[in-house]
């Protein structure tokens, strides 16, 4: 991976921690993980990631080193969250936002309305719809269900968690968002 | 519903035996994974090391041995939150036993010959054609030797799978199943147990370095294994974070994962990223696709999209290309490497990341020495940051031992892990002939970038108030704090000179 590549990554996640700063919600793993995801696997961003289907949903090892890489560049700041039952990271904007931005002006620019498309999407949104929502995404995109119920039948057997009424929600979610057509293409 | 018999033990020079029951060993005796004894596990890094001659093959089964061990210590500790939320039953835990098992032995039966120094020369993927997405992807991406690995399971091996009795009696596991595990689709609840065939704590890695560590002859690849087994569970995250289990470590084995880690780090630094490795890699990259071409036409291995592609692949092993290249049809990289006349290294150059401005500082600097050495330059890598997949490792989750509850991530106890984070090398090369000259060239660029240093801190300094004479003295080539200079020569002593302290500058060190 080039240099460049690097650069545009981490100023994609110092800019995505600086829009959410208008969100209620704090800035997990979980939500960085799945943005990245729906940013490069729906809005055609090339990140260059390359994203396999987990229990929880779509991963990739090198967003979390990538995420790594940004906080000890003071890219992003890096806090711990103590829940109830264990503890979580959440992250704001770092000391050097300026020069990630700097470095990878052109790609900002570029992408600048994706990039607020996918914290206004997504920005409410708790760590399990993500990994449903994102979950529906990669079975629809790369199972070829042969429909929506199909979609949802699938979905049901990686998230037991989530009821049917649940998963139909998601999905249809992400047919209003037009992240999937409801009638499937033959061709 | 019962673990199939143990009929047949293979000796493991890592693991002992490793048993396999009548299922696994159709399985082992299919051309497709026979084929796996003709890939070596670390391609020409016997050209460094001698003994690193190992095979996919063992390799295969080691990970299918560690991949039950992991599973059954994860059973043992979590048993009742598996079966609340997957609903298995004990049948369920003996069907998902054996698609772990299936999966972890099959994961590398599509690796190219010489494994992943030849996967640069797997063909680009077609454009994804979806029914129920209506965009489009952003870039083509090549296949990976896991795309194949799929083929193989749900091509020439899915009528060993769906006809071997066992399965048809017992488990009726469907070959999309095992499949699922090593590319990451859709499985429904075997899906939880992808994290011990590729993840934070995976039977691949935890067997590849004992392995390689052995073969090679170093001992850089070596961790507590055991104490890794039994710290190993399955737990419930905290809603914020996640809706679904996960794999996780009790606190007690935090070190053995560490040192894991630290190995891992150690084979990159001393086998994987071998200066004479990269070397080999490039020359056989660059024979290869002379073979293939004149083999085939094309510079690239036949995609896995039709029955007569992925058989024309799985011709493709270490055999076939050592005679092509041993007959001379390697053209002058493959020459190279016969007579092992490979590129030579003039410089390491620390790529560091300590800072943003100080990373792009370095990529430039990098360009400019490249620029110094000029033509002599034969072959420039740069392996993937040795930080870069360890760094994933932070997302290990630690647990209490007692009650199971989290404490944390990995990262937050261990500083060991950011410590061994900083930095990357960029690997310059050049023909055997020139690299005495190249090194004169890099002797002579460091002078300069010396010297310019010097003047740009005789400016500031120059330019700084209240420094008399001493600016002058530092202009001159006194040492600016403490250190060990090299003595006059003869003198045979390291001697620490005296810092010089100037009014009205603090010595800060």
Redesign the interface.
Known sequence: MSDDKLFSRLALMAEISDHWRTKASTLGRTALMKLCFFLQESRGMPLGYSFSLYSYGPFDSDVLSDLGTAVRLNVLKEGIIYYSSGTGYEYQPGADIGSARDLASDFLKENKSNIQWAVDTFGNKTAGELELLSTAFFVAKYQNPADIERLIDQIELIKPHFSHEQIRKGVDELLSLKLLRKQPTTT | MQNDPIICEIRCPVHGFIGLTDFERRIVDSPQFQRLRRVKQLAWTDYVYPGATHSRFEHSLGVMHLATRLFDAIVETSEPLLRR???YNDNGFARARQIVRLAALLHDVGHPPFSHAMEKLLPLKAA????????????P?LY?HEDYSVAIIEGPLAEIIHGHASNRRNFRIEPSEVSALI???????T??W??II???LDADRMDYLLRDSLHAGVSYGKYDLNRIVSSICAI???????????VAVMKGGAYAVEALIVARYWMHKQVYFHKTRLACDHHLGNAMREILKTETGIEAFPPPGTPEQLQSFLEWDDFRVMGLLARGNGGEHGERLMTRNHYRLVCEIEHL?????E??RS?RRAEEIVKALRTKVKDIERP?AL???T??N??LILVDDENR?????L??FSVLMKSI??GSQVFVYADKADAGAAKVDYEKFLREEAEKTRAAEKVKIDAAPNLGSASQELADGAVPSTQLAFPPQGTGKMVQREVPTYKGVPNVG
Not at chain 2, 183 to 189: E, N, Y
């Open positions: 939320v997957y609903r994804g054609h979806y029914s129920l997405f209506p965009g489009q992807d952003a870039e991406q990976e590319q990451g689709t859709p499985a429904g609840p899906l939880f992808r994290e590729s993840g934070q419930e995250r905290p809603s914020e974070e996640s809706e679904e289990p996960k990341d300590t800072s943003l401005s990373l792009n990529t993937k930080w870069y997949k760094k994933a932070d997302e509850r989290q404490i944390g991530y990262s937050s984070n900083a």
